[in-house]
């Protein structure tokens, strides 16, 4: 009896995947498209692929050398992108973490000056799309090979 009713929970979690699947991209494919919009459009000079990454009036926030909360505006911060102007940086998705309309990520963005940036973003679904409106972030010396 307990295996009759394993296979058929199995069966349903299956079948309920499969749906999730055929209705669309997952939540997280949809995360995972929006956080690339910002890694990709960053590196590559692309700033209509940031604008599809955040909410018009999302804001940045960092804290400065001397302790006191730096904010940025988000409209400023894509102006300083340059359509085709290339950046030698790397970024990665370190982690993604949802529950209904409400996300949590965190990037890695390898700098060519030697530092790493580490970018926590607060996403939000609406109108059926995935925006960032919130990124906090940190940076560190990119630690170096000793030889």
């Known amino acids: 009896m307990k295996k009759t009713i394993l296979t058929v929970m199995l069966i349903v979690s299956a079948s309920f995947l499969y749906a999730q699947e055929a209705d669309g991209p997952s939540e997280m494919q949809q995360i995972t498209e929006t956080l690339m919009h910002y890694i990709e459009g960053t590196s590559n000079g692309e700033p209509d692929r940031l604008r599809k990454a955040f909410h018009p009036d999302f804001n940045l926030y960092t804290v400065t050398e001397q302790d006191s909360l730096r904010i940025r505006n988000g409209q400023r911060y894509i102006s300083y992108f340059k359509e085709g102007v290339k950046v030698d940086r790397v970024g990665r998705i370190i982690s993604i973490d949802y529950e209904n309309d409400a996300a949590i990520a965190k990037v ?21 799309s995935w925006k960032i409106v919130h990124k906090s972030y940190t940076s560190r010396a990119y630690p170096s090979k000793k030889g």
């Open 108 to 128: 890695e963005i390898v700098m060519p000056n030697g530092r790493v940036f580490v970018d926590y973003f607060l996403l939000l679904k609406y109108e059926g």
